[in-house]
């Protein structure tokens, strides 16, 4: 009763490696019989591009750096600190704008900087208040677009390099004809065809992600300006009532 198992098992192993080995015998044979490859790698199509894929392999790492950095610092919850409206609304009850200034300045978000903007006018009416806070909101918001703006710019400039690929590859591919009557014009051309088509796909292949990124990078910036300035408007009210100078 012991030894059909472990015959039964030794057939298993025995038809397993018949199989595998029937299977590596009919790949070779087709590998054997199939024709060379042809055609260009993907490296090798990057390396037929020339200096301008390089250029455009540093502004996508540049670009991959800066949605990595937006991801982690653009958030309309990062902005708003519920501790820090806290503590300032407390501040400003007790009309000690000093230490509110004092809160403000340990704030590196929207919100502190805005919120200080009105403590140079705290006292004055409804008007300066929310003027003054209006004012460095648009500042600051235009300087977050500015920022964002950068994908903006390595979007449009990307498929610029592609074409100046585009024109040096035909460029060279006609020198080539023109100048070098010995060689087989169609694998001449063909050669130039192929760095200014490289150029041009490798420019929109980087510029349409970054593009889209941008988009949402914007829109995130739109929503948390929205929030910056609905969670100001409750500082308007404090700041108005104030009735005195900071101390």
Do not use: H
């Amino acid at each position: 009763m012991t030894r059909k198992p472990v015959a039964l098992r030794y057939l298993s192993v025995v038809g397993i490696a018949a199989v595998c080995l029937a299977c590596g015998t009919a790949l070779a044979q087709e590998a054997t019989a199939a024709p060379p490859e042809t055609g260009m790698t993907l490296w090798q199509l990057i390396l037929s591009g020339g200096a301008i894929m390089v250029v455009l392999g540093i502004l996508s790492v540049l670009a991959v750096a800066l949605i990595i950095t937006f991801f982690a610092t653009l958030s309309p919850r990062g902005e708003i600190s519920q501790d820090f409206i806290v503590q300032a609304r407390s501040l400003l009850q007790e009309g000690d704008v000093g230490a509110c200034d004092l809160l403000c300045q340990r704030g590196e978000k929207l919100l502190p900087r805005i919120l200080q903007a009105g403590l140079r006018v705290a006292g004055q009416d409804r008007y300066a208040v929310v003027e003054a806070m209006q004012s460095e909101g648009a500042r600051l918001a235009a300087a977050l677009s500015q920022q964002v703006g950068y994908l903006s710019n390595i979007a449009t400039l990307a498929p610029m390099l592609g074409i100046l690929g585009t024109v040096f590859g035909m460029i060279k591919a006609f020198n080539s004809i023109a100048f070098q009557p010995a060689v087989v014009k169609p694998i001449v051309l063909a050669g130039g065809v192929s760095m200014a088509l490289v150029t041009t796909a490798a420019g929109l292949a980087v510029a349409i992600p970054i593009m889209a990124f941008y988009f949402y990078f914007r829109a995130r910036i739109q929503k948390i300006v929205a929030a910056v300035e609905g969670a100001s408007a409750e500082f308007v009210e404090p700041l108005t009532e104030i009735g005195g100078a900071r101390r």
